[in-house]
């Protein structure tokens, strides 16, 4: 029963021919601050250009038909778009992938994924200008601050010993010092 329901089945699919296809290579432009891809194709396209699993996201997608060419800009800073360092040589490589599909609806047999890549060298440059500095000015500050007054005195055998005028050699004194103001 199974295998009758199966022939059945494959019987009556049928297949929506789709009569187009991309000529070519398709045309990648690599701007400053996007990517361009640009596909010619064989007869009018009415499908879909998209980004590989961002369909639902209309900024990754271009919709429009109705010319054999159909293509999409991708701004490096949205739709999954890759930025990768490279030491040698030195710079950047931006990529995506990129589907192609030519029904409205299915996806079919002529329907194309392209790993779109872009490689932005950089470069050493040497950058030169002459620029005047004028000179630093000094700004002049006066102040009269009065000097401090002190007041000192010896004593004798240390910090609880009685002050003394005159000591003799070997004898153990301390010298304190006192900032009045």
């Known amino acids: ?33 996007a990517i361009t891809v640009n596909f010619n194709t064989r007869n009018p396209f009415e499908g879909h250009v998209y980004v590989k699993g961002l369909y639902d996201q209309q900024e990754c997608r271009n919709d429009e038909g109705g010319r054999q060419v159909a293509g999409i800009e991708l701004p490096f800073d949205s739709c999954n778009t890759a930025r990768t360092r490279s030491l040698n040589p030195r710079g950047v490589f931006v990529s995506t992938t990129v589907v192609i599909s030519f029904h409205p609806q299915f996806v079919t ?3 194309r994924a392209y790993r779109i890549q872009c490689f932005y060298m950089e470069s050493d440059k040497t950058v030169s200008t002459q620029i005047e500095v004028s000179d630093l000015t000094t700004a002049f500050q006066t102040q009269v601050v009065p000097m401090p007054i002190c007041r000192y005195e010896i004593l004798d055998g240390g910090p609880s010993g009685q002050p003394i005028q005159f000591a003799t050699i070997g004898q153990q004194v301390l010298l304190n010092l006192e900032l009045i103001k």
Not at 16 to 22: A, E, L, R
Request: glycine share 12%.
């Open 109 to 111: 047999k002529v329907d």
């Open 1 to 33: 029963m199974k295998l009758v329901v199966f022939a059945l089945l494959v019987g009556a699919v049928h297949c929506i021919p789709v009569d187009n296809g991309v000529e070519g290579e398709p045309e990648v432009e690599c701007g400053p601050t």
